[in-house]
């Protein structure tokens, strides 16, 4: 079956630090792969998405940045990270076309 | 612009009873629609689907409905239950479009018990 796992769970992280954020997943070959962010009193939003390796999309401008080096790895990073980025982070594979798994999610706060 | 709205931010109902959760969409080239489940701290795990095809879905307690010519769907539970308390959110996407989905700002039912 297939797993989504991603780390840290929760990250404390002062203004102008450096972030990344992983994101693994097994038991599929070739998923598409996404980064969303669920900030405080809004819903779901789409960050990065990826169909295969070295191959993002990015949906909004912003501080961060993301990479995939393999097939099932996702890394979502930024150089210094502004107070506005704090929030819930998402990943999520999908193979069928409207569908998405997600991750536990990682919870970062910015100070 | 929210091509997917999700105007009532929260939900108290009787356990028992039935829970409607509604959502609105914009974009008329969205052809499938999703509701997911969230609870705290944990990621969003998929609870139902409904093609544009289609009008209604049904699995178990979940229904969803779906109504093109108003952009509206909804998502009705019955009946409700405490373990139902959650935030749930709407989703719509374009068949393929890479599995983009675009997700409402989330719903939290409560269901007392």
């Known amino acids: 079956s297939q797993t989504i796992h991603q780390w840290p769970a929760t990250l404390v992280q002062p203004v102008g630090s450096p972030l990344s954020l992983e994101c693994t997943v097994e038991g599929t070959s070739n998923p598409n792969l996404y980064w969303y962010r669920q900030a405080a009193g809004r819903g779901l939003q789409l960050l990065f998405y990826?169909?295969?390796?070295?191959?993002i999309s990015s949906e909004v401008p912003q501080n961060l940045s993301a990479s995939r080096p393999q097939d099932r790895q996702f890394i979502l990073s930024s150089k210094k990270l502004l107070l506005s980025d704090s929030g819930f982070y998402l990943c999520?594979?999908?193979?069928?076309?409207?569908?998405?798994?997600f991750g536990e999610g990682s919870r970062l706060t910015v100070l | 612009d929210q091509q997917v709205k999700q105007n009532s931010p929260s939900l108290s109902v009787q356990e028992g009873r039935i829970s409607i959760l509604n959502c609105d969409y914009t974009?008329?080239?969205?052809?499938?629609f999703l509701w997911y489940k969230k609870y705290p701290a944990e990621g969003p795990t998929f609870l139902i689907s409904?093609?544009?095809?289609?009008d209604k879905n049904e699995d178990g307690r979940f229904t969803v409905f779906l109504n093109k010519s108003a952009k509206h769907l909804s998502l009705h539970i019955v009946p409700s239950q405490p373990g139902d308390s959650a935030v749930y959110f709407c989703a719509a996407s374009v068949t393929g479009a890479n599995s983009k989905l675009t997700f409402g700002k989330g719903i939290t039912l409560s269901v007392r018990p």
């Open positions: 990826s169909i295969g390796i070295d191959q």
């Open positions: 974009n008329s080239m969205f052809d499938y």
């Open positions: 409904i093609s544009s095809i289609k």
């Open positions: 999520a594979w999908s193979v069928i076309t409207g569908e998405l798994f």
